[in-house]
């Protein structure tokens, strides 16, 4: 399956989903993980994604964010 079958994948699940993502914790693992994985990272390797990332940067300091991949840092 190409990129875009399985962000069209994602994109259904999404629509057919969305009244019983309630929380942050369930989108993630609904659409978040595999919308990173169709990208080619391993969601479970923290080399590549790094949960609850802080990121400290603009007047955002300490803040998390849900995922942080690890190549944006390698290759900026």
Not at 28 to 43: D, E, Q, R, S, T
């Amino acid at each position: 399956m190409d990129l875009f079958d399985q962000l069209r994948t994602i994109a259904d699940r999404a629509a057919k989903q969305a009244d019983s993502l309630a929380t942050e914790e369930a989108t993630k693992n609904a659409l978040v993980m595999p919308f990173i994985n169709a990208l080619g990272y391993n969601v479970f390797d923290p080399t590549e994604v790094v949960p609850e990332y802080t990121a400290d940067v603009g007047i955002k300091r300490g803040s998390c964010s849900p995922m942080h991949l690890e190549h944006i840092l390698r290759h900026a």
